[in-house]
């Protein structure tokens, strides 16, 4: 049993199940204990989407994703992905694997100072070194699976992977570092709080994904009868057909959302992490009562009553079980609200819009489906207008909101859980940048539709430069004329779309397939300019 050997069995142990990359030499042995130890490696078309499907794989299992490289040019594309991962918080191991250790700090080929590297977007950078395999594999997925959760670089040197294990097996058990217990004299003061207000809104963040026992959410609302919304990457952390569900906030028609929060006495933030949005974009004047994993990022400007800090789970649970409290909120002021934000996300248009293709998708994906999507103009629309009913079945990355994340969270999300339906929607420009990806999922026989909607522009970009009177210029994906997709794209059928009526057709279709399948939806997007950033 070599090093490899050794590292691969300790990651199965922690429950990792697919690692996925790009190979050089220097991985080759890494690959080969991956197949004789029976932990699948994935090929994927670029080490930036193995970071980004490592990523979700996280967020799906609750155990750190896998991704792998080489050295130079691999380590440095896998550092999207493991940025992304980082600001999202998502537990992943990110190996790289190395020159020889006596060629280590010479000018060699392809040579970097990877700890330098990833220093600044990993919660830590190891180095596995012989007699230290089992500890460096602990330490990582301890590190990894602590709160808050995120990456762990490991640097493998090729011969350290091929040498002789030299050491005791390391245990079967990691444990994380477990969150301090919020005490009464941090509830009590938070109850007074809440008793004292008239009109509280909650809003669910980011942290709360990661929430052994997510139904004390509901619990908490329901029991003091509080409105809810949530940032981008909380939707359905509660079922957002609840009836004091009001929305996602900072999206489309952000302005509506803020108007609605602005009218509160009260926000009660439940896990909110400021990488998605700061407090100030929206809160103005409004008081914040927060828990959190940690103390709130908040500029001066934000007024804090009390922030409860430590285990979600714990301090959330405990504040559902308090005697109900009331306040002056009417159902029906809810409920209209709710209603009239999502009309306005879906403006009376001629052509085949956004909306229309967003609302076919949740119509046709049944109700615990996955959602995986890109960045670009059609992420404030699908945020906003999307409604979802369950944890982890919306997928999107927002601490880095980078380009290219849909069509490798869609294959994760498949790998992870194969029962259910997973549906990928990405922009032309996106498209563009990842389609290579598609071939793995033909590669693993995955029936993922993927949805392309092609308004032939970045259009996020180009509101953008509409908003500030500048010149249309290096944002237009096709000047050429709409066309029908080719046949296939690498072996993957690909099929157009003009009409709401056609995409419904195309999509029974591709969920019901052997197979991955693309799908070309040709839009007009003229009405983001005036749902985006309203």
């Known amino acids: 049993m070599n090093n490899a050997d050794l590292l691969v069995s300790a990651l199965r142990q922690a429950g990792v199940t697919h690692g996925f990359g790009v190979p050089s030499g220097n991985v080759l042995p890494l690959m080969e204990a991956m197949r004789a130890g029976g932990l699948p490696f994935v090929l994927t078309a670029h080490e930036g989407s193995a970071a980004f499907a490592a990523d979700v794989m996280g967020r799906m299992t609750g155990k750190p994703g896998l991704c792998i490289a ?29 020159l020889y250790q006596a060629q280590l700090g010479r000018r060699m080929q392809m040579s970097i100072d990877l700890h330098t590297l990833f220093k600044p977007i990993t919660k830590a950078s190891l180095s596995l070194r012989p007699g230290k395999i089992g500890e460096t594999v602990a330490a990582a997925l301890r590190i990894a699976l602590s709160e ?23 245990p079967n058990v990691v444990t994380p570092q477990p969150l301090a217990h919020a005490g009464l004299e941090s509830l ?55 009836p004091l569900s009001i929305g996602c906030i900072e999206r489309s028609k952000r302005k509506v959302q803020r108007a609605f929060l602005n009218s509160a006495d009260l926000i009660i933030a439940l896990g909110y992490d400021t990488i998605e949005v700061e407090y100030e974009a929206w809160i103005g004047k409004v008081p914040l009562l927060y828990f959190d994993i940690e103390a709130a990022d908040v500029d001066p400007s934000v007024d804090v009553r009390h922030g409860v800090t430590g285990d979600l789970d714990r301090a959330i649970s405990a504040f559902a079980a308090m005697p109900a409290v009331r ?17 306005a996300l879906r403006p009376k248009i001629d052509a085949f819009g956004p909306h229309q293709a967003i609302d076919v998708v949740r119509r046709v994906l049944p109700k615990n489906g996955v959602l995986a999507f890109d960045v670009g103009a059609h992420t404030h629309q699908i945020a906003s207008q999307w409604t979802t009913h369950a944890p982890r079945t919306f997928l999107i990355t927002n601490g880095w909101s980078s380009m290219g994340f849909g069509l490798p969270a869609a294959i994760a999300a498949k790998l992870a859980c194969p029962t259910l339906p997973v549906v990928c929607i990405v922009g032309d420009g996106c498209f563009q940048m990842t389609c290579g990806e598609v071939a793995v999922a033909k590669r693993r026989q995955l029936a993922i539709p993927f949805i392309v909607l092609d308004d032939r522009w970045l259009s996020l970009i180009k509101v953008k430069q509409e908003r500030r009177s500048l010149t249309l210029y290096g944002t237009d994906t096709s000047p050429e004329p ?44 003229s009405h983001y300019s005036e749902t985006v950033f309203d």
């Open 188 to 242: 009590d003061p938070a109850y007074a709080i809440l008793r004292a207000a008239k009109r509280p809104i909650v809003v669910i963040g980011a942290s709360a994904m990661r929430m052994h026992t997510p139904g004390s959410l509901r619990a908490f609302v329901e029991q003091h009868q509080v409105p809810f919304a949530t940032t981008t990457m909380a939707k359905g952390m509660i079922d957002e057909d609840h």
């Open 327 to 343: 306040n002056d909120w009417q159902m029906v002021v809810i409920t209209q609200h709710r209603e009239g934000f999502q009309r």
């Open 482 to 525: 709409y066309r029908d997709p080719p046949a296939h794209y690498f072996g993957v059928p690909a099929v157009g779309v003009r009409t709401a009526d056609a995409l419904e057709r195309a999509l029974h279709r591709a969920l019901s397939a052997d197979g991955p399948t693309v799908i070309e939806a040709v839009v007009d997007a």
């Open 70 to 98: 080489t050295l130079g040019p691999g380590a440095t594309n896998l550092t999207t992905g493991v940025g992304s991962a980082f600001l999202d918080r998502s537990p992943l191991i990110a190996i790289t694997c190395n």
């Open 148 to 170: 808050p959760h995120g990456p762990v670089h490991l640097d493998l040197p090729e011969d350290v992977a091929l040498a002789l294990i030299s050491e005791a097996p390391m």
